[in-house]
């Protein structure tokens, strides 16, 4: 049986629809990562399930228990929030003891188990001290420590990264990942960020306006993005989007600037002419000898790479991104070439991916 | 003084500082110099000279019991309309800060009453308590209570009490207000996903983050009550019945301007100096700033 | 979880509500009704039939003449007050010259001496002068006090340097600077210190007693006490009728201005 299952979660403000049919259900253990860009709905996602917002309409079971009504205080849910919001006036100790004494539990079991949370957490040297005496990245520890020492059926995260610099973020990142698995514990990771969605999650909720674009796993998402936003979104550079109609049947399509691109794992259905959107990573493109000439607008060096800005000639002059191994080619002009098992195929109206 | 000044002037900023430090100077020290040095001399029954009297006029007023008592009663009228005023006015801002319909205008109806004069408030509490026309006075008369704090000192301390605590309750709700909408949102959000609901909440989390406002409003209050509660005071029992309702500031107008005691009234003004001094330095040391008004 | 419905919120608010606006009725009721009935003990709580007689038979008396009084009083003390603190603020907070520090402390000192304190010197002082039952002798000696100069003083620290440092640049002196860009800046903090103020100066009551004994000085609320210390034959329903009157300037002020006020106060407070 699923540890948390969300049905049918709706929420309106007003007259706005932020979060439209929202069904999710994660296994006992699993991390699962809702990313999406900021306005998509999806700190809102969070704070319903956490009981700070109430859903328009929908259900969410916990363990078997249906806590849709129930207030945040009983629902035994941990939250790191994005600001860590620790209480100011308290010691790290008794941040952490907090939540624990409310629970009635014993003077020596709360000193018991945050003392372990302290050590697993490197903060065994601070629990003296006030949250205005810490730095950054210890705030964002203890936040995380306020949150074990519960040993709750689900931890929240709130974008808890987005508060700290770049060397620290990477670093901390991984820290969660390994704790979240040592420790078991089922959790639902908000993040605008595509990196800390790819590495964290065992699988990713994509979200688009409120509405759920995609639910797999990292690698099912990158490989077979289920419709242009989501390819976009993760990976970076982004995917590259050519414009181009299907033809031969639904065999291939023709690119707008010119080639002709066979498709090697089936027909797509769909009327003769249909506009497509095909998309390739710019690490996907390769150089060929005789292929699609790009004029070159911008080279960015970056050491072991080289991405290259170009031009594909007309019509619309669309714009590429390649992402080069190594240092950057001579010349104004590259042909480059579209390798078919690396093309997606997307319906340019409606953005969904083809099979 | 901690920006890095910009303009080299000399002459202008003091032409600027003028006018306020030459007011400072004619209605502040000299005149406080001035009660300094009253309080140091006696005069004659008839008020034609006056010869140093070193401290003689300090230990009269502190062996007369009659000063000594108004102390007492200014310190529990202090407390009491300190206690009453803050208390009720915090109860209000608790429900003033949740998120219902009509806020806007429960703040409106709760903050107008910082325009009352205290002299006016009592005009408002004599048509509430006044025993012969008020309409809670003469209800009390009526039913068997006999009400009339013209006659009965404890009545009349009440009265000045309930009056005086009433008029501070708005510039009391707007502090408290303002201080729990500082307290951050996601910290009571992180209390309440620890478990922590509404009283508990309150006690362990909002009033304690509510400490500062608490402390400079406590100071404010006390202050207010030492002294611009003259007004009201004058106004409904002029310090009595007798000297029931006589605080300090009443004591220090009767002596000095009705009975023209220039030296006991000079150094009954130099006490509540220290006295405010001492509040106020106490003030700036854990906080800080003091606000206008 | 949103408390969108609040019963217990909204009948606390109510009771606190009533408690504050009950009086408030209470006078304007009075006001409607007939002196002699109230003398009796028979206030009701409902309009009389009065109307508005007795408002016409105080305007006729010396009450329109008290009204202008505490409204001169109101604005010369809030208009005073801040160019004199504005102009102080201003030379502490950017210039660095002799005697700086000193000036600074000695301003500093005036708030812990509210007037109460310190009535019977200054009166010598303003007699000395030849101030007493003066208008000008009413408000001097109010608008010397230093907390709308400690105020101004934080806020025109806040500024940040470089925007004057700009204004430097382009040119401007410091009299420029101050008209230009200061005084637009703190625009807001000069709005909710003016209503302060008036409300400060209308509602003053011992100093304008002490120093003006003739009657004609007299300011409004210094003439309802009068009027309620004379316990017999006082004609209540006129008192009630001057008393909304002298309510009335102070409350409108503070209602229409209410966010800016509000927001001055507690600046104060960061």
């Known amino acids: ?355 | 003084m901690e920006r890095r000044t910009i303009f080299g002037h000399q002459l202008l900023p003091l032409a600027l500082v003028a006018p306020q430090f030459l007011l400072t100077l004619i209605f502040f020290l000299w005149p406080a110099c001035q009660a300094v040095w009253s309080s140091l001399t006696r005069q004659d029954p008839f008020g034609l000279h006056s010869q140093f009297a070193g401290f003689d006029n300090f230990v009269e007023l502190f062996t007369d019991t009659l000063y000594v008592d108004s102390i007492g009663r200014t310190a529990f009228f202090m407390a009491a309309v300190s206690a009453v005023s803050m208390s009720l006015a915090l109860f209000l801002a608790v429900f003033a800060d949740r998120e219902i319909r009509g806020r806007t205008i429960y703040r409106t109806l709760l903050i107008w009453p910082y325009a009352i004069a205290p002299a006016m408030a009592a005009v408002l509490w004599i048509l509430l308590l006044q025993p012969r026309i008020g309409i809670i006075g003469v209800w009390l008369n009526r039913n068997g209570v006999a009400w009339d704090y013209h006659l009965n000192g404890g009545q009349a301390m009440l009265m000045i009490v309930l009056a005086c605590a009433w008029k501070q309750v708005s510039y009391n709700f707007i502090f408290f207000l303002a201080g729990l909408q500082s307290v951050p949102r996601s910290v009571l959000e992180a209390a309440r996903m620890d478990g922590a609901r509404g009283w508990h909440r309150f006690r362990t989390i909002t009033f304690p983050l509510l400490a500062p406002t608490t402390f400079f409003l406590l100071v404010v209050n006390l202050v207010y009550a030492a002294f611009d509660t003259f007004g009201t005071i004058q106004a409904l029992t002029q310090g009595g019945p007798g000297k029931a309702t006589e605080t300090l500031v009443v004591k220090v107008y009767r002596d000095g301007v009705v009975n023209l005691d220039i030296g006991s009234s000079s150094a009954q003004s130099v006490i509540l100096m220290l006295g405010v001094i001492g509040l106020t330095a106490l003030q700036f040391r854990f906080l800080g700033r003091r606000p206008p008004g | 979880m949103n408390a969108r419905r609040d019963p217990v919120a909204h009948a606390i608010l109510l009771l606190g509500v009533i408690l504050f606006v009950a009086p408030l009725w209470l006078v304007l009721v009075a006001s409607t009704q007939d002196s002699a009935t109230i003398a009796r003990g028979d206030l009701s709580l409902l309009p009389g039939d009065g109307g508005f007689t007795a408002y016409a038979r105080v305007l006729k008396g010396p009450v329109p003449r008290m009204l202008l009084i505490s409204l001169g009083m109101a604005l010369a003390i809030a208009i005073g007050k801040i160019v004199i603190s504005v102009l102080s603020a201003f030379a502490i907070a950017f210039f660095k010259f002799p005697g700086r520090r000193v000036a600074f402390w000695l301003i500093f000192i005036t708030l812990m001496l509210p007037v109460e304190v310190r009535i019977i010197p200054t009166y010598s002082v303003m007699s000395d002068l030849g101030l007493i039952n003066t208008f000008t002798g009413l408000w001097l000696p109010l608008i010397a006090s230093a907390t709308a100069t400690l105020l101004f003083r934080q806020v025109f620290i806040a500024i940040p340097d470089e925007l004057v440092e700009a204004a430097r640049m382009d040119g401007a002196g410091p009299l420029r600077f101050l008209w230009d860009i200061v005084l637009p800046v703190s625009g807001a903090n000069i709005a909710a210190l003016f209503v302060i103020l008036f409300i400060y100066g209308w509602n003053q009551y011992l100093w304008p007693l002490l120093v003006a004994t003739n009657p004609k000085l007299d300011t409004i609320v210094i003439g309802i006490v009068k009027m309620i210390a004379v316990e017999t034959e006082t004609d209540w329903s006129a008192v009630m009728a001057t008393a909304v009157l002298a309510l009335l300037p102070p409350v409108v002020v503070v209602v229409l201005m209410q966010r800016w006020f509000v927001a001055g106060l507690t600046e104060g407070e960061k």
């Not at chain 1, 060397?167 to 960020?193: C, K, M, N, P, W």
């Not at chain 1, 990292?218 to 242009?228: L, S, Y």
């Open chain 1, 1 to 355: 049986m699923a540890m948390l299952e969300v049905t049918g979660v709706r929420k309106n403000f007003g007259e706005t629809e932020v979060l439209r049919q929202i069904d999710l259900s994660l296994a006992s253990g699993e991390m699962l990562v809702i990313v999406g860009a900021s306005g998509c709905g999806k700190s809102t996602l969070l704070r319903i399930v956490a009981g700070l917002e109430n859903p328009s309409t929908g259900r969410i079971m916990l363990d078997g228990r249906d806590i849709t009504s129930v207030d945040p205080a009983a629902r035994d849910i941990a939250m790191v929030f994005q600001n860590y919001a620790l209480y100011p006036h308290m010691t790290v100790f008794d941040n952490m003891a907090y939540g624990l004494r409310i629970r009635g539990l014993s003077r020596d079991d709360i000193a018991h188990r945050v003392r372990e949370a302290a050590g697993l957490l490197g903060l065994f040297d601070f629990l003296g001290r006030k949250p205005r005496q810490l730095s950054g990245g210890q705030r964002q520890r203890v936040a995380m420590g306020r949150a074990i020492v519960r040993e709750p059926k689900l931890f929240l995260f709130d974008e808890p990264l987005s508060n700290l610099d770049a060397t620290l973020r990477v670093r901390t990142r991984a820290e969660i990942r390994r704790l979240q698995r040592r420790l078991g514990v089922t959790s639902l990771y908000v993040t605008h960020d595509q990196v800390e969605a790819m590495t964290l999650g065992d699988r990713l909720l994509v979200l688009h306006q409120g509405r759920p674009a995609q639910l797999a796993t990292p690698m099912e998402v990158f490989e077979h993005p289920a419709d242009t936003y989501v390819a976009g979104f993760i990976g970076a550079p982004a995917m590259n989007f050519l414009p181009a109609r299907l033809t031969q049947n639904g065999g291939s399509a023709r690119l707008d600037a010119g080639p002709l691109l066979h498709f090697i794992d089936g027909r797509r259905s769909g009327n003769e002419g249909t506009a497509l959107t095909i998309g390739i990573r710019p690490e996907h493109v390769q150089l060929v000898p005789n292929g699609v000439p790009i004029r070159i607008d911008l080279i960015e060096p970056l050491g072991s790479e080289t991405l290259v800005h170009g031009r594909l000639a007309a019509p619309g002059e669309t714009s590429l991104v390649i992402r080069l191994a190594g240092k950057a080619p001579e010349g104004e002009i590259l042909t480059i070439g579209f390798p078919a098992e690396h093309i997606h195929v997307f319906d340019a109206e409606t953005g969904l991916r083809l099979n």
